[in-house]
């Protein structure tokens, strides 16, 4: 069993930053981030592999938002900048992945979420 932890969550002004953090009690394969406003479904925001820390991203995020992961691979980070109000929701930490990796049905273990609200 794996146990993941968010913490970083919180209310910024567009444009600002925030720095998403999750710790895991193992090692992954693959750890990432999705965010689920509500009404609407779960997506991607970025994923990052263990072996290679090869990164993606969904363009919503794209060149704004960075993935990364200290060297043990047991704590991966979202670095958000130009922040903008459709980027509230509740972000959520994800491991251990097989399949597609915005697919959220292909992650084993989840995180509880943290809280990100922007504000215009």
């Known amino acids: 069993q794996v146990q993941l932890l968010e913490s970083g969550g919180g209310s910024v002004q567009a444009g600002g930053s925030l720095r998403l953090s999750c710790a895991s009690s193992r090692y992954s394969n693959w750890m990432a981030w999705f965010r689920q406003a509500p009404g609407q479904e779960r997506e991607g925001v970025a994923a990052?592999?263990?072996?290679?820390?090869?990164?993606v991203y969904a363009a919503s995020g794209k060149c704004r938002f960075t993935i990364s992961q200290d060297n043990d691979k047991k704590r991966v980070y979202l670095q958000m900048n130009r922040l903008k109000p459709e980027d509230t929701a509740m972000y959520y930490c994800?491991?251990?992945?097989?399949?597609?990796?915005?697919?959220?049905?292909?992650?084993?273990?989840w995180g509880q979420g943290t809280q990100v609200t922007v504000s215009s």
């Open positions: 994800a491991a251990q992945l097989s399949g597609a990796w915005s697919n959220p049905h292909g992650y084993t273990y």
């Open positions: 990052i592999g263990a072996a290679f820390s090869s990164t």
